[in-house]
T-cell receptor, first 112, second 114 residues
Framework: GDSVTQMEGPVTLSEEAFLTINCTYTATGYPSLFWYVQYPGEGLQLLLKATKADDKGSNKGFEATYRKETTSFHLEKGSVQVSDSAVYFC???????????FGSGTRLQVQP | NAGVTQTPKFQVLKTGQSMTLQCAQDMNHEYMSWYRQDPGMGLRLIHYSVGAGITDQGEVPNGYNVSRSTTEDFPLRLLSAAPSQTSVYFCASNAPGQGGNTQYFGPGTRLTVL
């Protein structure tokens, strides 16, 4: 079945540091890929998405590129802020299903 | 639009009690789903519905029932709560044709079973 693997956290960075959170997936066909963010005490919000190979999703300074050859969708940001502290989830949907398969989440802590 | 709403926000139950977690959306979305979130495990699909009157099981359906009598509402019922059902529950919805199956999540219900 489908699966998503993302790097374990917590990831602790200083403000303005470069961020990478790795995400790889296993799926049949051509899934859509997502990054969701969960701020403390809140539900999940869509951060960005990509629906086909080589697409780049971007939002709020975050970027991720759909790499089919490496089955990856790594999240990057050039300069993180304290307000980016949250849990980040990589997810996919595919095979005609609208349900999402999630990774285990990566907690990011940004220190001033 | 209120989006996806869930009630209650917090609930404590004793083992064996029953309860219903409410979920409603005002976006006229056909597809709705329930997930549970446990530490270190991400979110796992419990049940989903592709429209009124149609439901199906997800990855972890045991101990939960659902029904979908209207487009707006998708309640999740725990018939006999167990400590293993202590979790945070999220309801989500999306509409057909939305590129890449973007789902909208409610704020969650934190359930503790003693």
């Amino acid at each position: 079945g489908d699966s998503v693997t993302q790097m374990e956290g917590p990831v602790t960075l200083s403000e303005e540091a470069f961020l990478t959170i790795n995400c790889t997936y296993t799926a049949t066909g051509y899934p859509s890929l997502f990054w969701y963010v969960q701020y403390p005490g809140e539900g999940l919000q869509l951060l960005l998405k990509a629906t086909k190979a080589d697409d780049k999703g971007s939002n709020k300074g975050f970027e991720a590129t759909y790499r089919k050859e490496t089955t990856s969708f790594h999240l990057e940001k050039g300069s993180v802020q304290v307000s980016d502290s949250a849990v980040y989830f990589c997810a996919l949907s595919g095979g005609g299903r609208r349900a999402l398969t999630f990774g285990s989440g990566t907690r990011l802590q940004v220190q001033p | 639009n209120a989006g996806v709403t869930q009630t209650p926000k917090f609930q404590v139950l004793k083992t064996g009690q029953s309860m219903t977690l409410q979920c409603a959306q005002d976006m006229n979305h056909e597809y709705m789903s329930w997930y549970r979130q446990d530490p270190g495990m991400g979110l796992r699909l419990i049940h989903y519905s592709v429209g009124a009157g149609i439901t199906d099981q997800g990855e972890v359906p045991n101990g939960y029932n659902v029904s979908r009598s209207t487009t707006e509402d998708f309640p999740l019922r725990l018939l006999s709560a167990a400590p293993s059902q202590t979790s945070v529950y999220f309801c989500a919805s999306n509409a057909p044709g939305q590129g890449g199956n973007t789902q909208y999540f409610g704020p969650g219900t934190r359930l503790t079973v003693l």
